[in-house]
């Protein structure tokens, strides 16, 4: 008996122990480039895909208009197109992120572009909530319902013939003058440009 419980207190001690030594000095994966953990996506994936099968709204309050597709392509030039990409130009470090982030305008075969064939309703669950321990920000709090309905329709119509001035938008590159960010000066102030005028309508159906 007494072994018994010397055995199952060593055996409850070895795992923590064990976990610590690891931690400390077994060099975990820490940096992008490293080797991900065994099977890292799958378990990541499953309980990501269950929450977002259970909460995922089945069908979008707004359409697909030209309207909306233009707000959304406004809102994805601002605050999308760093990390995704814009119409044929990818983001320069989307693939340095881990995960690295998938580029939305891109075609990757069957006709899917970037996550067309997602329903729209689970591309709004991510947009709204953001992915944990991904570069995926959450954006409730950074944009309105209808704002995350306009970019989330948007993406989910990547595959489609879009208006012109939407496909406009997204082929326009972000703006940058090298002249003032590579400047001599140490310390400069940075004129930003005229703001974007950003008034989505109202949620309706
Ligand atoms: C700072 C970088 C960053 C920004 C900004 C960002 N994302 Fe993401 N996004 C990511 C990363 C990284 C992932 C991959 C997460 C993963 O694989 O688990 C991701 C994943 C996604 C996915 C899921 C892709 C898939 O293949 O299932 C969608 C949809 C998405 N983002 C849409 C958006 C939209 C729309 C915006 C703007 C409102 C946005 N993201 C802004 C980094 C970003």
Redesign the pocket.
């Known amino acids: 008996m007494k072994t018994f419980l010397l055995g199952l207190l060593l055996g409850i001690l070895f795992i923590p122990l064990a976990s610590f030594v690891y931690f400390h000095f077994g060099h975990p994966p820490v940096a992008v480039a490293d080797e991900p953990f065994p099977m890292e996506a799958t378990i990541?994936?499953i309980p990501?895909n269950a929450r977002i099968r259970a909460e995922a709204p089945k069908t979008a309050p707004i359409e697909a208009s030209p309207i909306n597709l233009e707000g959304g392509a406004h809102?994805?030039r601002q605050?999308?197109a760093?990390?995704?990409g814009l119409y044929g130009r990818p983001s320069s470090f989307?693939e340095h992120?881990?995960?690295?982030?998938?580029q939305?305008w891109q075609p990757h075969g069957n006709g899917v572009v970037?996550?067309s064939d997602?329903p729209p309703g689970?591309?709004y669950w991510?947009?709204a909530n953001?992915?944990r321990l991904?570069?995926?920000?959450s954006?409730n709090k950074?944009?309105n319902q209808t704002e995350?309905w306009q970019?989330?329709l948007?993406?989910a119509n990547a595959d489609k013939t879009l208006p012109a001035q939407v496909l406009d938008l997204l082929k326009k590159p972000i703006d940058y003058d090298p002249q003032v960010a590579g400047g001599s000066v140490a310390v400069q102030v940075i004129p930003s440009p005229a703001p974007v005028a950003l008034s989505p309508p109202p949620l309706t159906k």
Not at 134 to 137: C, E, R, T
């Open positions: 990541v994936h990501l809102i994805y605050q999308c760093t990390c995704h989307a992120l881990y995960p690295p982030a998938p939305l970037g996550v997602d689970e591309t991510k947009v953001g992915i991904a570069g995926m920000p954006f950074v944009l995350m970019v989330s948007l993406v």
